[in-house]
Every structure is written in structure tokens, then in C-alpha cells.
């Protein structure tokens, strides 16, 4: 008897691998390039549920409106759309160090110098789309995911709406841990003002692990947001306090603005570990320079490091010319590199017929060689790496159990036998009522109305006789989670 092969389903040029997410659209697939292996995500939309609700059909057009328009290193990049009879498929790139979300959960407490790099990431972003008359109106750590160097990418613009900056918008969106007080209190409201609350909402769970205003009752909830009071640990530098406190400001003409916040000096301080790139360059004159930071990372593919790319001395700026010439066969590289996305651009939009894409040769990339010789020009200078350190944290929390703080998802704890819990948990999500799709033998995905879950059961290390139980939201929304596995671990019996 012959093995069945597993189906290979290939839309336009992309055969997808697995699935990495669930929206409320639809599944969200991992895939890649059928020519280059380039990976991407792929959101799988359903032109019925666009059909049925008029209100997403706006919400979809508007995003996809507003990502043509939008090309900056730390929002999510669309590559493509695809449309067949059934769906819409929406390319974009992949970012896979997963979402904000799951790296506040796994490190409980971000450090400031850390959390410092990903808020000066969120405001680069955040800045760029105001720039555009862009606000998001949903931005939270499940939408802002990671790449593979820890830098932020801003996704999901379907809240999002044009405006300028002396308009008000009055439609009440967004998640309510993260929305304004003006918003939540039905008041016409600056979209840029609750861009800049919810960061710093953000910033606040960063570095704390939790969130600064938080209950299961929506309308307690609320009557918190709107009185603005919430508590800071004392042991927070005295700088990122007044820079929180200026930020999640209840009244919104003193709320600070971007502007405000890139002055503050929690934000702009450099030490040895990191230096602004604004102060980097300080010495160059922006009317003849311009610092491309998408040309920065590709730099560091080539052999170059932060410290080479980013630290030039100021008697040497009348050598910068020099410095070109001695690698021009680099530049030559990059050209190249850009001539061939290009291409590869062109060919994906001249093939598109009938939501199918042709299959096209597309010519090979060009060999990536690492520099052999740094030029002498630039010197290095002592910054340490904050890529580095951030990786060497990562991987001591792989041998830990998550601990799942606040609102970031749920846990509790049984001196029962990992069997008997297990049990324990099947007698109350009765298999005949929910579905029980099982992972392992201590640790299932199951789903209760609209959300979706996944429980584990794991022993906690040094502690004999004590076992965690982990409820790891996948779908749904947040709140009703929150309420879900708090009814669910009342009727366990621990």
C-alpha cells in the first residue's frame, strides 16, 4: 500500500508550509517563494465574510490602501495581493520572531535599555505614518511582531483611518486596555493623541510585565482609564517614570507628543551600551545626508557591524568620499540586490491573470560575499551588542517554564499529579461539548465559543509536588478569554 503524500497547495507563486496565526478574517499561513525560498505570511481572507459584513469590507480596503502607501524598516512590508473566485490572499513579509506579545510573556520584565530599543523602533514607525496622515488606532503588543533581529514591525491597519493633525475622529475602536480615556468616553478625539497613549501603554507592560489598567469588567475598566491612576514600581529609573506618567496623561492637550518624547532624556540617553542614531550623526549635515537604515542592516550582511556602520570620526568626514570609493564593489552588491527584488516585483505584477500567477524564470541572486577587509576610515568604537544580549536571554528562557503575568494570557498552580489535573481539566471541558485536539500527554487545544486555546501542564522546576497550568490564548478576543479560563479554573478541582 502505497504512503499518501502530503498535498502541496501553491497559491501564485508561494506554496504554503503551515498555519502560524487565526484572525478574525481568517487563517494567517506561513509560505514561501517557490523561486527564491523567500518566506513570507500569507492572511487568507474570505470573500463571503467581506460579502456578509460591509463594515470589514471597508476595514479590508482601507488596509490594504494604506500598506501600498506604506515603506518603512519597522512597519510590516506587503509584497502582494492575490485574488481568486473564494479569497483574497494578502503577501506580506514574514516576521518570524513572533509578536511582542510572547516576548513580554517569556521575559516577564523587559530592561530598560531593552525596552528602551523596541519603544525607539514603535515611535520611528508610529512617527513615519503620522507623517502620512496615518493613525493605527489599534496598536498593542499582539500587533507588533519581531524579525529574526528582534526589530519591531507594526502590523494590522485595519482599524487604521486617514486624518490630519488638527481633525478629530469620533469612531470608537481599538482594544480597551490599550484606548484612551477620551476614546472609551465616546468623546471626538486626535487620532494621533491615542496612537501616543497606547505606546505608552506599551512601554508601561515592557518594563513592568503587566498593565497599568486592568480588570475583567469592562466598566470598571474604564471608570480606571478614565481616572488615570495606577501604580509604578519604585524601582524604575526616575527618567522612564516621568516619561510614562507624561505619556498615559488622562488630559490629551498635555499628553505628550512625539516630538516631546524623542527629547526626553529616558529617550534620547546614550551610554556605552547604546547611542542614538540622531547624536551618531550629528556631525553631518542632513541637507547632504541621509541615513537609510534599511541600507544599514543590509550592511550588516555583508560583513559590517553596528559599530563599523554607525561611528565615524569628525575629522574624517571630509574622507567620506574616500570611503565610498573603497567599497564601491559593495555598492555595486546592493544595486544588484535592489535590481533584482525589482525584477522579481515586476514579474509578480505583469503575471497575475485571473487570481493565478505564470510560472516565470526569475534569474538567480547575485553570490553575498562578507566584507574581507574593513575599511581603515571607520573606526570602532566600544558599543556592546544589544542583539546579542537580548539572544543569550532568550535562549536561558527556553530551559524555564513560562510564568504568564497580568493580562498576558493566564496560569495557576495545583499540588496534584499532572494525570489527575489533566483529568480534572477534561472533566470540566467536557469533550462532547468543546473540541480536545490533544498536543501531548499533558497539554491540548481547545476551543469555547470564539476563543481559542491552548492548556499545558507543566512541573515547576526546584519545587517538588507543584505543577503550573498555562492557558495560552491563540484566538479570540482578550477579554472574553480572560473570562473564560477564570470560570473554567473555578470549577477545577485543585
Known amino acids: 500500500m502505497q504512503e499518501k503524500q502530503q498535498k502541496i497547495i501553491v497559491i501564485g507563486n508561494y506554496e504554503l508550509i503551515r498555519t502560524i496565526g487565526q484572525g478574525s478574517f481568517g487563517k494567517v499561513k506561513l509560505a514561501k517563494h517557490i523561486f527564491t525560498n523567500e518566506k513570507v505570511a500569507i492572511k487568507i481572507i474570505s470573500k463571503k465574510t467581506l460579502i456578509l459584513d460591509p463594515a470589514a469590507r471597508i476595514r479590508f480596503k482601507r488596509e490594504i490602501k494604506i500598506l501600498k502607501l506604506i515603506d518603512h524598516p519597522f512597519i510590516i512590508k506587503l509584497l502582494e495581493v492575490i485574488e481568486d473566485k473564494n479569497y483574497f490572499y494578502i503577501i506580506t513579509e514574514f516576521a518570524e520572531g513572533g509578536e511582542l506579545f510572547d516576548y513580554i510573556v517569556a521575559h516577564k520584565r523587559v530592561k530598560e535599555p531593552i525596552a528602551r530599543r523596541f519603544f525607539r523602533q514603535m515611535i520611528e514607525g508610529v512617527e513615519y505614518c503620522h507623517r502620512l496622515n496615518i493613525v493605527h488606532r489599534d496598536l498593542k503588543p499582539e500587533n507588533l511582531l519581531l524579525d529574526s533581529r528582534l526589530n519591531i514591525k507594526i502590523i494590522d491597519f485595519g ?43 506599551i512601554l508601561f507592560a515592557l518594563i513592568v510585565g ?42 490629551p492637550e498635555k499628553r505628550f507628543s512625539i516630538k516631546q518624547i524623542k527629547k526626553h532624556p529616558w529617550f534620547s540617553f546614550e551610554s556605552q551600551n547604546f547611542k542614538s542614531s540622531k547624536n551618531l550623526f550629528s556631525h553631518l549635515s542632513t541637507k547632504d ?18 559599530e563599523e556602520i554607525l561611528k565615524l570620526k569628525k575629522n574624517e568626514i571630509n574622507e567620506v568620499k574616500e570611503i565610498k570609493e573603497e567599497n564601491e564593489e559593495k555598492v555595486e552588491i546592493f544595486k544588484k540586490e535592489k535590481t533584482q527584488k525589482n525584477q522579481i516585483n515586476k514579474i509578480r505584477r505583469a503575471s497575475i491573470q485571473f487570481g493565478e500567477l505564470k510560472t516565470k524564470q526569475i534569474p538567480k541572486k547575485p553570490n553575498r560575499r562578507k566584507s574581507e577587509q574593513i575599511p581603515q576610515k571607520i573606526q570602532k568604537e566600544i558599543i556592546t551588542n544589544i542583539e546579542n544580549e537580548m539572544e543569550k536571554e532568550k535562549e536561558k528562557e527556553k530551559e524555564k517554564p513560562k510564568e504568564i503575568r497580568g493580562a498576558f494570557d493566564a496560569s495557576t498552580t495545583s499540588t496534584k499529579s499532572r494525570k489527575k489535573i489533566m483529568n480534572e481539566c477534561l472533566r470540566v471541558l467536557n469533550p462532547n461539548q468543546f473540541p480536545i485536539k490533544k498536543i501531548s500527554d499533558f497539554a491540548f487545544k481547545t476551543k469555547v465559543g470564539v476563543v481559542q486555546f491552548e492548556v499545558e501542564i507543566v512541573q515547576i522546576p526546584n519545587l517538588r509536588g507543584v505543577n503550573i497550568i498555562k492557558f495560552k490564548r491563540i484566538a479570540g478576543d482578550i477579554w472574553k478569554f480572560q473570562s473564560v479560563w477564570s470560570d473554567l479554573v473555578s470549577k477545577m478541582k485543585l
Open 159 to 201: 482599524l487604521s483611518n486617514f486624518t490630519r493633525t488638527d481633525f478629530l475622529l469620533k469612531t470608537p475602536c481599538g482594544s480597551p486596555s490599550y484606548s484612551a480615556p477620551e476614546l472609551i468616553q465616546g468623546k471626538l478625539y486626535n487620532g494621533e493623541k491615542i496612537d501616543i497613549w497606547s505606546l505608552g501603554i
Open 210 to 251: 503587566r498593565l497599568p489598567f486592568y480588570d475583567q469588567n469592562i466598566r470598571i475598566l474604564s471608570k480606571k482609564i478614565t481616572s488615570g491612576n495606577f501604580q509604578i514600581p519604585s524601582d524604575l529609573s526616575s527618567e522612564v517614570i516621568d516619561l510614562i506618567q507624561n505619556i498615559i496623561q488622562i488630559n
Open 289 to 306: 545626508h541621509f541615513i537609510d537604515f534599511e541600507i544599514i542592516e543590509k550592511m550588516k550582511k555583508y560583513g559590517f557591524n553596528s
